[in-house]
C-alpha cells in the first residue's frame, strides 16, 4: 500500500520515520564526556572522604580480593637480599656451577655489564647489582 503524505509534510516524505532518525547522530557521542565526568567527580568523593576519615582518626581497611592470575607472576619476583647471598649472585650472573671459577665470573660479569650498561641505556641500579654480584663471587665483599 502507497504511504500518503499528511498535510504540512513534503511530497517526498511520509509519516513513518526510521528509528535512526529520532535521535540525531551527535547524540549518542554525547554520553561519553557525562560518563567520564561521572566517573572523576565519584573518584574526587571518594578521595575526599578517605581523607576525611583519616584525619578524624578513623582507621579505613581495605581488604583487596586475590587475583588469581597474577600469583604465579608474581611468585617470580623477589627483591635483592640483603647482603646479597652467594646464591643471589649466582642468580644475577647466570651461573649454573655451584663454585665457578673467576673466568668463568668475570666472563659473564663482563657480558651482562656490556649488555646493562648506563651509558649504552642501561639502569645504573642493575649495573650495580652485577657489580656487588661479581664481588660476592671472587670474594672481594663480605657476605
Known amino acids: 500500500m502507497p504511504e500518503v503524505p499528511q498535510a504540512g509534510q513534503p511530497a517526498g516524505q511520509t509519516s513513518r520515520s526510521k528509528a535512526s532518525d529520532a535521535v540525531p547522530s551527535s547524540q549518542g557521542s554525547s554520553m561519553w ?6 566517573i572523576g567527580l565519584g573518584a574526587l568523593a571518594a578521595r575526599q572522604g578517605l581523607r576525611a576519615a583519616r584525619a578524624s ?7 583487596m580480593p586475590a587475583f588469581g592470575g597474577f600469583g604465579a607472576f608474581g611468585s617470580g619476583l623477589q627483591g635483592f637480599e640483603t647482603p646479597m647471598t652467594r646464591a643471589e649472585a649466582r642468580q644475577i650472573l647466570n651461573l649454573s656451577s655451584m663454585a665457578p671459577n673467576k673466568e668463568a665470573v668475570r666472563e659473564a660479569h663482563r ?11 642501561g639502569s645504573t641500579y642493575i649495573a650495580s647489582k652485577i657489580n656487588e654480584a661479581k664481588e660476592v663471587m671472587l670474594g672481594k665483599k663480605a657476605t
Open 33 to 38: 564526556p557525562l560518563l567520564l565526568g561521572g
Open 111 to 121: 657480558r651482562l655489564l656490556i649488555a646493562n650498561h648506563p651509558d649504552k641505556g
Open 57 to 63: 582518626g578513623v582507621k579505613v581497611n581495605f581488604n
